[in-house]
């Protein structure tokens, strides 16, 4: 339990993490999102790149590697998709420099804290996405506020368990 | 300025990545260049996507690899309970399905016969590729599919996916070794489909919660939900007839209110699929196979046509009748009934009692004199009931029975006969013609006309020509109706007839018509007659009633007899050939100035 908790923010100054680990994350969930949605048709509901995103933006709190990050990963999703690449690129740029930006100024080794990062800054991914979708690409897009709160609560729930598992990886560099 | 970026690093590091996918953006969405020209992404994007997918599809191809690896040992070598005998329905399944797809497989062919009929290209599914999904895009909105097969397998652009149980989508991008499908429930995609029962025609797309349904569809009462869902074949991508999915619900378009939104159940399981079925290739002819199992249904058909015949002879005995005599007039043996000559004349059938009616009973036109006029000739005797008029009458050609109070007509022949204009016969024979009246008797052996005229007033009109008297006898000045005999022989010899029998001094002649302003002119008659209107009975002018007078019809078999023209002669009524004994003619014309119409002269 003591993994979990969230840090001192002494001791997060000090940690860092892997290159590889930043290459194989991403590719990861994209893979499993895209493997699994294949299978378990539901799992879309989940959006592992953003969840990653956030995680990488907030643990390394430098908005300049959120925003890259965030648009590598994006851009990648969008080449999956039929959709043009940049769309979620955008969102995903907007996001990692929110997260990172917030943080700097706040305590977000906390899993209370990250949760209510991760509900709130799905939510502001989805409404970016809707706005790009449905205003600049003029394509159809079913908003409903329930979906997407069921939505934005899955994910905050699966956030909490990937980022404690993340958080393993770290390296503590004193 | 160093501090300015040094600042505003970050902010400035956003907005330069986001003013450069926006850029990216506006230039993948820009309007699409014409088909056989463009291509589904640019060369840049395309670069993107494949690395995208390059980097995704060997993780991909890994997990599915070592899962269908796992399957593949627990399916093939462990779980093989009843697999004998599955494979035994398996095999008797296949040889049901083969002759049901030869029977298919013919209509087909009568399709397809007829479709050349119209110069109407169909495409047949003639090769597939099977491929297996080894991922998706992950994103709701996003109806994509990963294949592992790509463009050294065949695959391209625009190419139909398919399952077993219907369509999945069509191939969006293809790499050399993965292709990506977008499905038809994707809103971007596009399928022409045809309602199975009402036969309504719609494009197919998805909606924005992924369910596939017809845009824009005129409001029907006939569209039910489970009405099977096909495609078109309109959209020259997926070929006619395969299945799609069936009507689930019927929504109102919420941006065309009028129109209509039919939402379909797709056919395939869009949700669970592993394998589907690139159609690489579409002919316009069936396969081998397909050949094949025509020639054996045709086979089988034919044997079993004949084995129902011959069945239903056997349990239906007292539909034939032995003792009916046998069809000896088979009309529909002949080619034309056979359908060989559907645009056959139609004919009417032989008349019974042919007539002059009767189709081709009329001469050529060719063989007619001009002003001659085609008549009919009876002969026969005629007995009729009525009393005879007071002249006795008697026949040399016929026998005329006058005086009885029942009336026997026996004719022998009734043809059409040329009667030459002039009023003369054609020597071919004689024909006795009923006459008028006739005031001394002399000629009154012949009954009346069996078209008798009432006479009203007669006159006797004396030709020029000296025809006049000589060789016809008219109607005498009593008005009882008598018969006039006549010989088909030219009025030019009737001078040498009137010795034989010379007319009587005062005829009628019955005036058919206007009277030519010589011959209306009584002071110039011999004797003070009374002309006789036409009429359908004869009215005497002795003041008995008008009564219909005895008629022997007659004909003279011999030339040798002779010539007789007695009693008044009856002319058209039209008034535009008058007799020639009511024409001042200096010398006879050779030939009469128009044909008269048939029937105008008994």
């Not at chain 2, 409001?219 to 939900?225: F, G, L, T, V």
């Not at chain 2, 005497?540 to 008008?546: C, D, H, I, L």
């Not at chain 2, 050939?577 to 029937?599: E, N, S, W």
């Amino acid at each position: 339990m003591s993994r979990l908790s969230a840090a001192a923010r002494r001791d997060i100054e000090v940690q860092s993490y892997p290159l590889i680990l930043f290459i194989l994350v991403p590719i990861l969930a994209l893979g499993l999102q895209s493997f699994v949605s294949l299978h378990f048709s539901r799992f879309d509901m989940l959006d592992l790149p953003l969840l990653v995103t956030i995680y990488f933006a907030i643990s390394r709190r430098n908005p300049v590697v959120g925003t890259v990050v965030g648009a590598v990963i994006g851009i990648a999703q969008d080449g999956l998709t039929r959709q043009p690449l940049g769309i979620f690129g955008i969102c995903k740029s907007i996001i990692g420099y929110l997260a990172a930006s917030l943080g700097v100024r706040i305590d977000t080794e906390n899993h209370g804290t990250r949760a209510l990062l991760t509900f709130g800054f799905f939510f502001l991914h989805s409404g970016m996405y809707w706005l790009l979708v449905r205003r600049l690409l003029a394509q159809p897009y079913a908003w409903g506020w329930i979906h997407e709160l069921v939505r934005a609560v899955v994910n905050t729930i699966v956030s909490v368990i990937l980022f404690a598992l993340l958080d393993l990886a770290k390296q503590k560099e004193y | 300025m160093e501090s300015f970026l040094s600042r505003y690093k970050n902010a400035l590091v956003l907005i330069v990545v986001l003013l450069a996918q926006v850029i990216g953006v506006a230039i993948q969405v820009r309007r699409p260049l014409p088909k056989e020209h463009a291509q589904p992404d640019a060369g840049g994007v395309r670069l993107i996507r494949y690395w995208a997918i390059s980097l995704v599809s060997p993780p991909e191809r890994l997990v599915h690899w070592l899962g269908t690896s796992i399957l593949g040992v627990w399916d093939n070598y462990l779980d093989l309970v009843h697999v004998r005998q599955q494979n035994k329905d398996l095999e008797s399944e296949l040889r049901r399905l083969r002759i049901q797809e030869g029977g298919i497989a013919e209509d087909a062919r009568q399709g397809q016969r007829l479709q050349q009929l119209l110069a109407f290209k169909e495409k047949y599914v003639y090769h597939t590729l099977p491929a297996q999904i080894i991922g998706t895009s992950g994103v709701e909105q996003s109806r994509i599919l990963s294949i592992d097969k790509g463009a050294k397998d065949g695959v391209a652009v625009d190419m139909p996916v398919i399952t077993q149980d219907g369509v999945v989508g069509r191939i969006r991008e293809v790499f050399p070794h993965t292709s990506q499908v977008l499905e038809i429930t994707d809103p971007t995609s596009g399928a022409g489909v045809i309602l199975a029962t009402t036969r309504i025609r719609g494009i197919l797309r998805g909606n924005a919660l992924g369910q596939p349904q017809v845009m824009s569809v005129m409001p029907d009462e006939r569209i039910k939900a489970g009405e099977p869902v096909v495609t078109s074949g309109g959209d020259q991508i997926f070929p006619r007839g395969l299945a799609v999915g069936y009507v689930d619900r019927v929504i109102v378009d919420p941006e065309r209110d009028p129109l209509v939104d039919v939402v379909i159940r797709p056919a395939a399981n869009l949700s669970q699929l592993e394998e589907v079925l690139v159609i690489t290739n579409m002919g316009a002819e069936v396969t081998p196979r397909q050949k094949l199992d025509m020639i054996q249904s045709e086979a089988v058909a034919s044997t079993e046509q004949l084995r129902a015949s011959e069945v239903l002879a056997e349990r239906l005995p007292s539909r034939i009748d032995p003792d009916a005599p046998p069809d000896s007039e088979d009309n529909d043996a002949s080619p034309d009934a056979q359908g060989e000559d559907i645009g056959r004349p139609m004919r009417p059938p032989a008349a019974v009692h042919a007539d002059r009616f009767t189709p081709n009973a009329t001469p050529a036109a060719t063989t007619l004199t001009p002003g001659a006029r085609l008549a009919p000739q009876s002969e026969g005797v005629l007995t009729v009931s009525k009393p005879r008029p007071a002249t006795p009458s008697s026949s040399s050609s016929g026998v005329a029975s006058g005086g009885t109070d029942s009336a026997e007509v026996t004719p022998k022949r009734k043809v059409p006969e040329m009667v030459p204009d002039d009023g003369s016969r054609p020597p071919a024979g004689t024909v006795t013609r009923p006459a008028i009246a006739n005031s001394t008797g002399e000629n009154a052996n012949h009954a009346p006309a069996s078209t008798p005229k009432p006479a009203a007033s007669a006159s006797t009109v004396s030709s020029g020509n000296g025809e006049t008297g000589s060789s016809e006898t008219r109607s005498s000045t009593t008005g009882v109706a008598t018969p006039v005999t006549r010989q088909a022989v030219p009025k030019t010899n009737n001078a040498a007839n009137a010795g034989v029998n010379p007319p009587p001094p005062k005829t009628i002649v019955v005036v058919d018509g206007p009277l030519p302003p010589s011959a209306k002119k009584p002071a110039s008659s011999t004797s003070a007659t009374t002309a006789v209107p036409r009429s359908s009975t004869t009215q005497p002018s002795s003041g008995t009633p008008a009564q219909h007078a005895p008629a022997t019809l007659s004909q003279k078999p011999s030339s040798t007899a002779p010539v007789q023209h007695k009693g008044p002669e009856l002319v058209p009524d039209d008034g535009s050939r008058p007799p020639p004994t009511m024409l001042q003619k200096p010398k006879p014309q050779p030939t009469a100035p128009a044909q008269q119409p048939q029937g105008g002269r008994l």
